[in-house]
């Protein structure tokens, strides 16, 4: 054998085993691969940022496998895996023999302007996980009532505080309602809550506290309302926190009654 007919073996054979690899890497099969709880966060990402829709989505699996790779928490995977993982949360692609799937799926919710610009990615379909539960609070634009009707019904499902900023352009609205959690707001609390509303709003003309459950502010800096909004998550969890322990006070000094009516008998 010449040194031309090695050379051209040993090409083949690098080509060969590049095709190899690429069918690897574009294999379903591939997400078994991963570890259980990578196959887990993968899933649930998929099921947290998809729904199922009538029309085919402009992104694919590889352009969707790097919106996964992009977020916090996310991680590397390959094509193959995260066709695998499409599978595994219920989403069946459009036609099988392509390399890149496509899905009749759609975003649980399109990103604002301003959250694009947040995230630094700019035009539609865009996958972020919207991580509302893992901060406390929620941040709508007012165009979008059907993400603020769903927030509402989501914090009253899993009995929690609503807290949430009503953003316009320069200005916004913070909102924390203790009513879903099924407590109300200290005196602590309501002082805690008034002190912070004093920063914004010295006189008192543009925020109030209604039946210990309601707490607004108004007309706060766009930029600092999400500042406002984590101060009043920790208030509504302090009061969660006084509210549990006056529950399991009440439920004591209950027994200790109870006992002793029995030893008074």
């Known amino acids: 054998m ?3 007919d090695m ?13 190899e690899r690429d069918w690897e ?7 078994q691969k991963l570890k259980p709880e990578e196959q887990a966060a993968l899933v649930d990402w998929i099921r ?9 989505f ?8 790097h919106d996964f790779d992009r977020e916090p928490d996310g991680f590397h995977v390959y094509n ?13 692609p459009v036609d099988e023999n392509d390399l890149n799937w496509r899905f009749r799926v759609k975003p649980t919710h399109e990103l604002a302007r301003w959250e694009q610009r947040q995230q630094r990615v700019y035009g539609r379909g865009w996958l972020v996980r919207n991580r509302w539960r893992e901060k406390g609070y929620e941040v709508i634009e007012g165009t979008q009532w059907l993400r603020a009707q769903e927030h509402s019904r989501a914090c009253q499902q899993e009995h929690r505080p609503r807290v949430v900023v009503l953003r316009a352009k320069y200005l916004a609205q913070v909102v924390l309602d203790t009513e879903p959690a099924g407590h109300r ?4 609390g309501v002082a805690a809550g008034l002190a912070v509303f004093a920063e914004f709003d010295p006189k008192g003309r543009h925020s109030y506290v209604v039946n210990e459950h309601l707490a607004v502010i108004r007309r706060v800096p766009a930029w600092r309302a999400e500042e406002v909004a ?3 998550v920790k208030i509504a969890q302090g009061c969660a926190a006084a509210a549990s322990n006056g529950a399991s006070a009440s439920a004591i000094d209950s027994e200790k009654r109870g006992e002793q009516a029995l030893y008074e008998r």
């Open 2 to 4: 010449t040194a031309n």
């Open 7 to 19: 050379n051209k073996v040993a090409v083949e054979r690098r080509r060969d085993e590049l095709a």
């Open 25 to 31: 890497a574009n294999d379903p099969a591939g997400f």
């Open 48 to 56: 947290a940022v998809l729904v199922p829709a009538k029309t085919v």
């Open 58 to 65: 402009r992104r694919n699996s590889y352009g969707m496998k």
């Open 80 to 92: 193959g895996a995260f066709k695998g993982a499409m599978l595994a949360a219920g989403f069946w």
């Open 185 to 188: 707001l200290t005196r602590e």
């Open 230 to 232: 984590v101060a009043l």
